[in-house]
């Protein structure tokens, strides 16, 4: 690439939830595209080899100060940082002082930014962040600080085998109380799918587990609704289910909709937050009125009792993700903002 730029992610983590997979997939495909891409953060079992594979770099950092450090022995080295999340940006603004490279900062949550060391982060980011990027429309809304919106980009799919899909309404999702897996699980009793033989999957894990499995058990739902647990095998999943549900109200964007859309299920989810940017344009009963047990019901039921209404709206979900959230489209404006940060502060200053 003749004009490759010199990138540094960095998250302060150790987990691979849905911010560390974000930064994963962004700068494999970045380094695939020719950027230098370095990384800082995330589980190392998790980011270390893709990236390796990629010809990217990885080093650790579960908090602030290490980040810190990491940053430092480096910024010299790189054109842009691009920070996730608040810990991200303070220790980004932190070690780079007012010179060095550009600073991007992308915004993953509708919300405003927290603190970091005892203090209001957005006090420490405002005069140094040379750009920011929210992941959708509802994020950009949200923050009160003028972003470009990118949306998050998925892996195109293995291609449709054509086998028929079995009656298996799936939930892909950790089992935290803003997911609200509980509204998932009552619609989905409510619905009466499982009288026509469907049964509801639940793959992940978390705290809730026990409570879940308490109102599986109230609901007298234990024959039809399954936890499954933490799985690794969810694109296996994704290829035989025959709806997706996400009933999170909350979500930035929503990548576990966008991996389904790609695979070719049907999605249905609360109609909010970046839910919207996702289903735009799609049937009408795609979305629900958030924590409407009655609506996402009906929505499974419309869906689920109609064969060539499913079939349409998988496909036309399965177009929207590849042609509205690639990777490749992603990159590419992702680099532009990356481009006009670098023009607003002279240049490369690494």
Avoid at 15 to 24: D, I, N, P, S, Y
Wanted: hydrophobic share 45%.
């Amino acid at each position: 690439m003749s004009d490759a730029l010199r990138i540094m992610h960095v998250v302060c983590s150790d987990r691979f939830a849905g911010v560390e997979q974000f930064v994963l997939r962004l700068a494999v495909a970045q380094a695939e595209a020719g950027h230098d891409v370095h990384v800082i953060g995330g589980a190392e079992p998790r980011m270390r080899e893709p990236l390796a594979t990629a010809n990217a770099t990885w080093a650790a950092a579960t908090g602030v100060r290490q980040a810190f450090s990491a940053l430092r022995s480096r910024s010299n080295d790189v054109d842009v940082v691009n920070a996730h999340m608040t810990d991200a940006d303070a220790a980004a603004v932190l070690a780079l002082g007012r010179r060095g490279p550009a600073l991007v900062s992308t915004r993953h949550f509708a919300l405003p930014r927290g603190r970091a060391l005892g203090v209001p982060v957005d006090l420490l980011v405002r005069r140094r962040v040379d750009a920011e990027i929210a992941i959708s429309t509802a994020v950009a809304g949200a923050t009160g600080i003028p972003s470009t919106v990118v949306h998050s980009g998925v892996p195109e799919a293995a291609p449709d085998t054509g086998a028929p899909r079995e009656r298996v309404v799936l939930m892909a999702q950790r089992l935290q109380p803003e997911k609200r897996t509980d509204v998932g699980i009552r619609a989905f009793v409510s619905s009466g799918l499982a009288r026509d033989g469907w049964r509801l999957d639940i793959a992940g894990a978390g705290p809730l587990h026990g409570d879940l499995q308490r109102l599986i058990d109230e609901l007298d739902a234990g024959e039809s609704v399954r936890l499954l647990g933490f799985r690794d095998d969810v694109p296996e999943l994704l290829r035989t289910a025959g709806l997706f549900l996400a009933p999170c109200e909350v979500e930035g964007l929503g990548l576990a909709v966008l991996e389904a859309m790609s695979a070719g299920i049907a999605p249905i989810a609360a109609a909010a937050a970046g839910h919207r940017d996702v289903l735009a344009g799609l049937d009408e009963r795609s979305g629900y009125r958030p924590g409407d047990i009655e609506d996402a019901a009906t929505a499974l039921r419309t869906l689920a009792g109609d064969d060539e209404r499913r079939a349409r709206l998988a496909a036309a979900a399965r177009d929207r993700a590849r042609t509205e959230f690639s990777l490749e489209g992603q990159v590419a404006c992702t680099d532009a903002v990356y481009r006009r940060a670098l023009e607003r502060t002279g240049g490369r200053r690494a």
